[in-house]
């Protein structure tokens, strides 16, 4: 009875789950984590596209959500002309060296006919030309960088509505993918794994120090929203008046006019902050089932029957004519633009870009935990695991500190070692997120929502 029930208990706990922090602590804060949690469950089910199907390790998962969130602040924000005018075409000129070399070393390395020594003689010339990048870049990022530095000091975007970020942030992800799966999937798939990080911490490294293109450390604040401000919709007498409408009976109850407006006042102000959250809600969930619906299709497909037959036994696919490398990098590609967009979602949500969070820890580390105690393979699993996992490691804190004040309630206050258990108490995070991977390894070693293999009738 619970096996065959077991999709929909895992989603009516989760539910339940969050429905105790509405009530225990405020439906803002549970709002704001049924988000994040929206954003992760993409980002797990761009990882299980890539695992659960094809059985390819990804560890650079902070490296394609990062870049995303780069491309959101790319085509979202205002241009900064002062810069572009100053240094604007240094950079173009080296961004067409760039190109050219690029695609010349590509086509020299594929299709020139020639001994090796002669075509590497080739590359070399062409990275040595190449060089005279520097006379236009590093002065023109000397100016760009120049230009009141406290607020800008970069080129900014392209002024375009953030939701159009979603989509190249995908197209970003996936040229990214490409590149690393052109080099490393026709090798060992150690490889990958080796190949995915090492980009990851290169990606990360450019955006932490290149500040004419992402501010580095200094971040970007203040990215446009595609819902409503909170200062507008408390400025606006038709949400005033949904509020008073919405706390008619609370209002009436105040007899003081005073009394009753400060009231009033200050549930417009929290009603402001979950409107816009769910605002923000309604965007992802659409985003979610959409990408929910593509996945199934593509499990369900023939293309889905074949990728999990290549995970299962490569010797006997490649032996049946399946082209190996060319379907582990289709697969690769998808779900890296599944993480990418996931990126660009969480700076949409975050208002900012700041690429000193990017830690692998958060990226890495708890998007595959998701993926393996929701169950790898199975799209709603993915979806169960990054709303469960997201959940605890921000809950983690809270019901630590709970419960260490329980265990220590009969030491008086000042007590010592009380007062170091509560301290270190946030720090019990990382051993509940252990803990819950241990226990599901254990009893449930495919995931709470395991795999179901649906054969061709």
Known sequence: MIEKYRTQ??????????????????????????????????MAMGVNLQWGYAGLFNAGVMGF??????????????????????????????????????????????????VFKKRFLIVFVILLAA????????????LIEDINPAKTGFLGGLGMPIIFSW????????????????VTLGLRSDYLAIATLGISEIVIAVLKHEEWLSRGVKNVTGLPR??????????????????????????SAIETVSSKQDLL????????????????????????????????????????????AIRDNEVAASAMGKNIVGQHL???????????????????????FTPGTYQPLRFTFIIWVMVIVGGSGNNLGSIFGGFFIWFMWIE???????????????????????????????????????????????????GVIPEKVVRPR
Not at 9 to 30: D, N, P
Not at 278 to 304: D, E, K, M, R, T
Not at 332 to 339: K, T, V
């Open 226 to 251: 595609p819902v409503p401000y909170e200062i507008r919709l408390q400025e606006s007498e038709w949400f005033i008046n949904f509020i008073e409408w919405l706390n008619s009976s609370k209002l």
């Open 396 to 446: 983690a804190e809270p019901i630590s500190i709970a419960f260490i004040s329980l265990v220590t309630s009969g030491l008086d206050y000042g007590d010592p070692i009380k007062m170091h258990l509560i301290a270190s108490a946030p720090h019990m995070r990382l051993f509940i997120m252990g803990a819950i991977l241990l226990i599901t390894l254990r009893f449930m070693p495919r």
């Open 167 to 182: 989509v190249a942030a995908a197209f970003a992800a996936a040229f990214l993918a490409w590149i690393i799966g052109t």
């Open 330 to 352: 289709q697969v690769f590609i998808l779900g890296s633009a599944i993480i990418g967009i996931a990126g660009a979602m969480l700076t949409t949500l975050d208002g900012q």
């Open 9 to 42: 208990l895992a989603f009516l706990v989760m539910a339940l789950l969050l429905i105790i922090v509405g009530v225990a602590q405020s439906w803002s804060v549970s709002i704001g984590i049924f988000n994040l949690c929206i954003v992760s469950a993409i």
């Open 265 to 308: 006042n200050k549930l417009v102000i929290e009603g402001s902050s979950i409107y816009v959250k769910l605002c923000y809600a309604g965007l992802f969930i659409i985003v979610l089932a959409v990408l929910f619906f593509l996945s199934q299709l593509a499990l369900n497909s023939p293309w889905g029957r074949m990728l999990r």
């Open 65 to 114: 959500t990062a870049l995303g969130g780069l491309v959101a602040v790319l085509i979202s924000h205002q241009p900064i002309y002062e810069a572009w005018s100053i240094a604007g075409t240094g950079m173009l000129i080296s961004l067409f060296i760039v190109i050219v070399a690029s695609i010349s070393i590509f086509y020299i390395s594929k299709y020139v006919n020639s």
């Open 131 to 142: 060089i005279g990048l520097g006379n236009f870049y590093g002065p023109s990022v000397d």
